[in-house]
């Protein structure tokens, strides 16, 4: 079994990820700190390097690599992975995975990132709420077609231990 996370950055899914792989007893990986840790680099410093075209070529190997194994497994998505290459479909054709759609209202996904834009590349420039509210709003109402392809949609603006039951109550 896989259970994949998926979502808007600052949704929660790496915070649900760990904690829902623990109740579970199951390994746990962030996608994008697979990435970081193989390539030797952050995500940003390959964006800045070699461009987006080739992070999204080498995000899709890792996540076909991680899908195909044995292993059980929670895996937390970054929020553009869903929306790239054949990476939705990969996920979908797979028996073995059920995804999850972590919804969080726009207002607070925009208040979690102010809060902590120095470690998000995309929103590190966004001067104040008002236009990172605009931002995400724009952003994510072009991701929401993909991410409402999840098996299923959680509402994620609560506490982790409650979305992480939720969550459960659907696998089993």
């Given at each position: 079994?896989?259970?994949?996370?998926?979502g808007?950055?600052?949704?929660?899914?790496?915070?649900?990820?760990?904690?829902?792989?623990?109740v579970?007893?199951m390994?746990?990986?962030?996608?994008?700190d697979f990435?970081e840790?193989n390539?030797?680099?952050s995500?940003?410093k390959?964006f800045?390097?070699?461009?987006?075209?080739?992070?999204?070529k080498i995000?899709?190997?890792y996540?076909?690599?991680l899908?195909?194994s044995?292993n059980n497994l929670?895996?937390?998505l970054g929020g553009g992975?869903p929306?790239f290459t054949?990476n939705?479909?990969?996920l979908?054709?797979?028996?073995e995975?059920?995804?999850f759609?972590?919804n969080?209202?726009?207002?607070e996904l925009?208040?979690?990132?102010m809060?902590?834009k120095?470690?998000?590349p995309?929103v590190?420039y966004?001067?104040n709420?008002?236009d990172?509210?605009e931002?995400?709003g724009k952003?994510?109402?072009?991701?929401?077609p993909f991410?409402?392809q999840?098996?299923?949609k959680?509402?994620a603006n609560?506490p982790?231990?409650?979305?992480v039951?939720s969550?459960?109550?659907?696998?089993?």
């Open positions: 079994m896989k259970i994949v996370l998926l808007y950055m600052a949704s929660g899914k790496s915070l649900i990820g760990r904690e829902l792989a623990k579970l007893k390994d746990y990986l962030d996608l994008d990435i840790k390539e030797g680099k995500i940003e390959i800045m390097e070699k461009g987006e075209i080739f992070f999204r995000e899709n190997s996540l076909q690599a899908i195909s044995k929670v895996l937390s992975t929306c054949n939705l479909e990969l979908k054709n797979n028996k995975i059920t995804t759609f972590l969080v209202p726009v207002s925009a208040k979690r990132l809060s902590d120095e470690n998000r995309l590190k966004v001067s709420e008002t990172m509210l931002f995400v952003h994510l109402f072009e991701r929401l991410y409402n999840a098996h299923f959680m509402d609560k982790k231990e409650e979305v039951e969550i459960i109550t659907k696998l089993f």
